[in-house]
């Protein structure tokens, strides 16, 4: 007598491919870009590792590297997706809708806008991972040492804005426009500034986290 396989959950990141790929009317070709441009940019993430920082104490191992620095990433998108429908809300309003989050949600229509998630199905990234992927880009495409300016020209010259939170982007402006420097923007700018959008500089000076704190804290001047 055969016996019934138990089912099981699928994981988050095949949760999260299946509501990229979807093809529902509101779910269109730019979900999957969307995807694409998030799993593009990780696996470009991967080789900054190869050779470079150890993990506690150990020698350089470039496969585990690779691995650590892809899983980081993509458990960052993963956060993103799986925290984006219940952001800033309290613990107890959490517990009262939702119970416990054990996966995807889907977005209600007060978080379907561009700074939020672009669309409301289960498993969309939000502004946060579409702000993470242009600063990887950044680290991608600029050599050391990174400076607050540098970082404002280029992604005013080359960010995706399409989905950036608005706050943020205005930081950016009052800088082009001379109103502040990027060294002190901060200091006059609402708060504002993700602390999830960091994930490539703990990824680049893995194994340091002394130097990744105080490369994030400079980099992030412009906005708090």
Same mark, same amino acid.
């Given at each position: ?8 959950? &699928? ?11 979807? /093809?529902? %009317? ?31 104490? $150990?020698?350089?191992? %470039?496969?585990? /590297? ?8 993509? #458990?960052? @998108?993963?956060?993103?997706?799986? #925290? ?14 939702? *119970?416990?989050? =054990? ?5 209600? =229509? ?21 702000? !993470?992927?242009?600063?990887? !880009?950044?680290?991608?495409?600029? $050599? &050391?040492?990174?400076? &607050? ?8 010259? /080359?960010?995706?804005?399409? /989905?950036?939170? $608005? ?18 923007? *901060?200091?006059?700018?609402? &708060?504002?500034?993700?602390? @999830? ?9 893995? *194994?340091? %986290?002394?130097?990744? @704190? ?11």
């Amino acid at each position: 007598m055969k016996t019934a396989t138990p089912k099981t959950e &699928p994981s988050p990141l095949t949760q999260l491919r299946k509501a990229a790929f979807a /093809n529902s %009317p509101n779910s269109p070709a730019v979900c999957r870009r969307e995807f694409l441009k998030t799993i593009g940019v990780a696996l470009g993430t991967t080789g900054w590792l190869w050779g470079s920082a150890s993990f506690g104490g $150990e020698p350089p191992a %470039p496969k585990r /590297n690779q691995d650590r620095a892809l899983g980081a990433f993509l #458990g960052a @998108a993963i956060g993103d997706a799986m #925290g984006g429908p219940v952001e800033i809300w309290t613990a107890e309003r959490i517990k009262k809708e939702h *119970g416990e989050i =054990k996966g995807f949600l889907p977005y209600p =229509k007060a978080k379907v806008h561009p700074g939020a998630a672009m669309h409301p199905e289960a498993g969309s990234i939000t502004d946060d991972t579409y702000i !993470r992927v242009d600063l990887t !880009r950044f680290y991608l495409s600029m $050599e &050391p040492p990174r400076t &607050p300016r540098m970082l404002v020209d280029w992604l005013l010259a /080359n960010a995706d804005f399409s /989905n950036w939170w $608005e706050p943020a982007m205005n930081a950016l402006k009052r800088i082009r426009d001379g109103k502040a420097t990027a060294e002190e923007g *901060g200091l006059t700018h609402p &708060p504002g500034g993700g602390g @999830a959008w960091w994930t490539p500089v703990g990824i680049i000076h893995a *194994g340091n %986290p002394a130097l990744a @704190a105080a490369e994030a804290r400079s980099l992030c001047r412009p906005w708090k």
